[in-house]
């Protein structure tokens, strides 16, 4: 099964129904407005364009009117190239706040002498504050389909934004405007069987972001063996489209490698002799909603859930990937040389391995051979790879004093403490390519939750079991 899909057919599909459906409401209202336009959106279109904003902003000849244009700039924005998209999009930019009536506004408050006055003034300050696009952006929600072409809108702009502050100022007015629409108290977790609709089986497929889903059987694995669940959660205006997705595997104590989760070939084991729900893969399925959190929610529920159907279980851990370890290693590795390494690990590797590793050159060319392949070179690297991993999850920050790896940021984010690091947990070419390997259960503790989420929130504190804690000195913990 390709995961390129997503740009292919899919897609497609997706774009051609949006289009017909804002055809035939720009078609029953008569109007004809912006007509044929070059995919890539010449300086006269362009012209045409922005004039057709401005009509949609004053709303000229009534509701009807004002939709089907929308739908038409809509229709006329999903029939544009790459370029001809970021030109409309730094044309909707410009339609921003006007410092001339924010500046009048802030003056008119400041200079407010009564009560009514004031609040006068202050209506209108806020009314100074919107960007006139918003009106349009939300003319193109109200239309069918609407909110996932916004979010689909947005996920384009954040790939060619880059430092343009006009295209960053109309990527957070979407964000707000996409906040408020996806509050988890709006979403709805549905678990999703081998026996939902192809379309749906399609679009997790192809949303996969974590381990990718190589085959049928090996979606009907994931979907529909006895010690396995997958839920995503939903929202009412986007049906038919996941938002974000976990996978579930229930086993007996704390999984420990991905392939052995993964294997389709396997008989799942019944559910009733699990004690653990392992959360191993977690995708957000709409690039679009960026930066707008709900995973943590989808955890709390789908633990709840299974908690509830299963009594068993008493615990909930990750099995989560490193992405950023190997680059970090790597670069330790060309500043520090060997002395990242104790004096035992390093005497290790010259006593079982031979040769002389003080030097950056030989220890890097040994991290970049296959030396997963090697026995005797597995066990020597093992506890040291193991305790860097620990350095980098524990004492890594980034200039926020966050975990420089994101996939920490999330889980302590969201009230898990790191409880394992395990060695050689993902084999594959990726978890070679990222972390060597590497892979870390994050638990997930009901009791405990909200308190580490405090911490980290608060503290910048990062809770971590005894047995990881222990992997550094102490004066480096």
């Known amino acids: 099964m390709n995961a390129t899909n997503t740009s292919g057919a899919l897609v497609d599909r997706t774009l051609t129904n949006l289009r017909n459906a804002w055809r035939e409401m720009t078609d029953s ?7 044929a336009v070059r995919a890539d959106l010449s ?11 401005t009509a949609c902003l004053e709303g000229r000849g009534g509701e009807v009117s004002a939709r089907a244009r929308a739908a038409d700039l809509g229709r006329t924005y999903l029939s544009l190239n790459a370029v001809g998209r970021k030109r409309f999009m730094n044309l909707l930019a410009r339609f921003g706040v006007a410092d001339e009536n924010l500046d009048d506004a802030a003056h008119a408050l400041l200079a407010a002498s009564d009560q009514a006055s004031r609040t006068a003034a202050a209506r209108r300050l806020r009314k100074a504050l919107v960007a006139p696009r918003m009106n349009l952006l939300r003319q193109f929600s109200a239309l069918p389909n609407g909110v996932k072409f916004l979010v689909d809108m947005r996920a384009e702009l954040r790939e060619v934004k880059g430092d343009d502050q006009d295209l960053a100022a109309l990527d957070a007015d979407l964000k707000e405007l996409l906040s408020s629409w996806f509050d988890v108290g709006l979403l709805n977790l549905q678990r999703i069987t081998w026996n939902a609709p192809a379309g749906l089986l399609e679009k997790l497929a192809d949303y996969e972001a974590v381990h990718a889903i190589r085959s049928w059987q090996d979606l009907k694995h994931r979907l529909d063996s006895a010690d396995r669940r997958f839920y995503a959660f939903f929202h009412p205006n986007m049906a038919e489209e996941p938002l974000i997705f976990v996978e579930v595997a229930l086993v007996e104590g704390l999984a420990d490698n991905v392939q052995e989760l993964l294997d389709a070939g396997k008989t799942g084991k019944s559910e009733t002799s699990a004690d653990t729900a392992i959360f191993y893969s977690i995708s957000n399925a709409q690039q679009g909603l960026s930066g707008i959190s709900f995973g943590g929610f989808l955890i709390k529920r789908v633990l709840d859930d299974v908690t509830r159907e299963l009594p068993a279980i008493k615990t909930a851990a990750t099995l989560s990937p490193m992405p950023g370890f190997r680059n970090w290693l790597e670069s330790q590795v060309e500043t520090e040389g060997a002395s990242i390494l104790t004096a035992a690990e390093l005497r290790a590797l010259k006593d079982e391995l031979g040769g002389q590793f003080e030097d950056e050159e ?12 090697n026995k005797k070179t597995r066990e020597i690297l093992r506890a040291p790879l193991i305790r860097l991993a620990a350095t980098y999850l524990l004492n890594e920050r980034d200039s926020s004093d966050e ?20 060695f050689l947990a993902d084999s594959s070419q990726k978890g070679m390519r990222q972390s060597f390997g590497m892979m870390v259960n994050y638990r997930y503790k009901p009791g405990d939750i909200e308190a580490n989420h405090e911490a980290f929130k608060g503290e910048k504190r990062i809770v971590a079991s005894s047995a990881v804690k222990s992997l550094l000195p102490r004066r480096k913990r």
């Open 43 to 53: 300086p006269e279109d362009s012209e045409r364009i922005e004039r057709q904003i």
């Open 29 to 35: 209202a008569r109007v004809a407005l912006t007509g």
């Open 403 to 422: 975990p420089v790896d994101k996939v920490a940021r999330f889980h302590l984010s969201n009230g898990a403490r790191i409880e394992r690091i395990n």
């Open 362 to 373: 030989s220890l890097s060319a040994l991290l970049a051979s296959p030396w997963q392949r």
